[in-house]
């Protein structure tokens, strides 16, 4: 099937009492047994959930996956895949990366002797030159947050399996209908589910998803038993996302070219970071391992003042936090997604005082470059 196709339809059959086309809301936290030992594939909420069960097959089939396991949030789903990894062991970090996951492993899991290289892994170079007798895991952001450097899957796939470490890809800036780690010799993908594969808001999650059996069995004994699970409501949200996935991911793209465009064009912008421009280094790269570049773009207007002015002007984009909604986003990653990175670090990586980030939303993309228009004339 095409994944439009999959999109609505795997995970989501009918429901066998009443025919209903939509999943319900299994909104329970217990199952009635006939007997002991008897039960109808669901004991307690925790464990199993015909809702969350739902999403996590049709998540799965859109990647390409074999098996996936939702989670109250994107950091949840990674914290659950770094117990994949034990105390002693070395794991290769891309160094732009989202500030929270930068925060987790800085911040929490080194507190229990497990040891972060933090590398461009835009050059598999890099990662092979990083990599320790004890690396366990290759962890990548394609493209990253918020400046875009894209990974060659397939090469740090091949470098890091030589080695006998796990590859994960954290594809939530993509989406599956854009990029398929799995298709590259990635082993485990991870999302927040709150941004694009749910699209509207008003939900957060996280998913894993992955082929291999016995790592899989692990994640869900994870799942289980740290119990930091997505709920029967949030993962019907996510269903009700993924069905129009095809469509808004198409329509964020479209317009994503075109305000990257349009940016790289203004006098008032000193520089922007899309991999649809072809003014980016690795514009062929992305060209060949995505199937678009998305409504993710950032742009660097030169200070704090000049952000703060922009950022405050629009009318149309909304300053928060997140992504991938239906509305556009817009954001100053220095304060705000990468505040937990330190200030050398952040300008090391592009992640200066001056750097906007907008996710791209599905409005009349004329009035999207208008807002912007008006707001850098400010400057």
Same mark, same amino acid.
């Given at each position: 099937?095409?994944?439009?196709?999959?999109?609505?339809?795997?995970?989501?059959?009918?429901?066998?009492?009443?025919?209903?086309?939509?999943?319900?809301?299994?909104?329970?936290?217990? $199952?009635?047994?006939?007997?002991?030992?008897?039960?109808?594939?669901?004991?307690?909420?925790?464990?199993?959930?015909?809702?969350?069960?739902?999403?996590?097959?049709?998540?799965?089939?859109?990647?390409?996956?074999?098996?996936? $396991?939702?989670?109250?949030?994107?950091?949840?789903?990674?914290?659950?895949?770094?117990?994949?990894?034990?105390?002693?062991?070395?794991?290769?970090?891309?160094?732009?990366?989202?500030?929270? %996951?930068?925060?987790?492993?800085?911040?929490?899991?080194?507190?229990?002797?497990?040891?972060?290289?933090?590398?461009? %892994?835009?050059?598999?170079?890099?990662?092979?030159?990083?990599?320790?007798?004890?690396?366990?895991?290759?962890?990548?952001?394609?493209?990253?947050?918020?400046?875009?450097? !894209?990974?060659?899957?397939?090469?740090? *796939?091949?470098?890091?399996?030589?080695?006998?470490?796990?590859? !994960?890809? &954290?594809?939530?800036?993509?989406?599956?209908?854009?990029?398929?780690?799995?298709?590259?010799?990635?082993?485990?993908?991870?999302? *927040?589910?709150?941004?694009?594969?749910?699209?509207?808001? &008003?939900?957060?999650?996280?998913?894993?998803? /992955?082929? &291999?059996?016995?790592?899989?069995?692990?994640?869900?004994?994870?799942?289980?038993?740290?119990?930091?699970?997505?709920?029967?409501?949030?993962?019907?949200?996510?269903?009700?996302? %993924?069905?129009?996935?095809?469509?808004?991911?198409?329509?964020?793209?479209?317009?994503?070219?075109? !305000?990257?465009?349009?940016?790289?064009?203004?006098?008032?912008?000193?520089?922007?970071?899309?991999?649809?421009?072809?003014?980016?280094?690795?514009? &062929?790269?992305?060209?060949?391992?995505?199937?678009?570049?998305?409504?993710?773009?950032?742009?660097?207007?030169?200070? /704090?003042?000049?952000?703060?002015?922009?950022?405050? *002007?629009?009318?149309?984009?909304?300053?928060?936090?997140?992504?991938?909604? !239906?509305?556009?986003?817009?954001?100053?990653?220095?304060?705000?997604?990468?505040?937990?990175?330190?200030?050398?670090?952040?300008?090391?990586?592009?992640?200066?005082?001056?750097?906007?980030?907008? *996710?791209?939303?599905?409005?009349?993309?004329?009035?999207?470059?208008?807002?912007?228009?008006?707001?850098?004339?400010?400057?």
């Amino acid at each position: 099937m095409g994944f439009a196709t999959t999109a609505i339809h795997a995970g989501n059959e009918a429901d066998p009492t009443t025919g209903s086309v939509t999943v319900p809301i299994y909104q329970t936290s217990t $199952y009635q047994q006939d007997g002991l030992g008897k039960h109808k594939g669901f004991e307690y909420a925790r464990t199993q959930n015909p809702t969350r069960m739902a999403l996590e097959r049709n998540i799965a089939a859109l990647e390409g996956a074999r098996f996936g $396991y939702a989670f109250a949030s994107g950091m949840a789903a990674i914290d659950a895949t770094m117990r994949l990894i034990k105390a002693g062991e070395h794991v290769i970090v891309s160094d732009n990366t989202y500030g929270g %996951t930068f925060r987790l492993f800085t911040r929490i899991l080194q507190n229990y002797n497990i040891e972060f290289d933090f590398v461009d %892994t835009s050059d598999a170079g890099n990662v092979e030159a990083a990599i320790k007798p004890n690396t366990r895991m290759v962890f990548v952001e394609t493209p990253t947050n918020p400046v875009m450097i !894209v990974t060659d899957l397939q090469a740090v *796939s091949d470098v890091a399996h030589r080695a006998g470490a796990r590859v !994960v890809c &954290d594809n939530t800036f993509m989406s599956p209908y854009l990029q398929r780690p799995l298709e590259f010799g990635v082993d485990i993908v991870v999302h *927040s589910t709150t941004k694009y594969l749910n699209g509207h808001s &008003d939900g957060v999650g996280g998913i894993v998803v /992955l082929n &291999d059996e016995e790592d899989a069995n692990w994640i869900g004994f994870v799942q289980n038993s740290a119990g930091a699970i997505l709920s029967p409501f949030d993962s019907w949200l996510v269903l009700r996302g %993924t069905k129009t996935l095809a469509l808004r991911m198409e329509q964020h793209d479209r317009s994503g070219r075109a !305000v990257a465009a349009f940016l790289e064009e203004h006098p008032k912008v000193q520089k922007i970071y899309y991999p649809g421009s072809l003014s980016h280094r690795q514009h &062929d790269l992305a060209k060949r391992q995505q199937k678009g570049f998305g409504g993710m773009v950032a742009f660097d207007v030169g200070n /704090l003042e000049n952000a703060r002015t922009v950022l405050e *002007s629009v009318k149309l984009c909304t300053l928060a936090e997140s992504l991938g909604g !239906v509305e556009t986003l817009i954001s100053h990653p220095a304060t705000m997604t990468h505040a937990s990175v330190l200030e050398e670090t952040r300008t090391r990586l592009g992640i200066t005082d001056g750097l906007v980030r907008i *996710s791209v939303g599905i409005e009349d993309t004329d009035d999207i470059i208008a807002d912007l228009d008006q707001a850098l004339e400010k400057l």
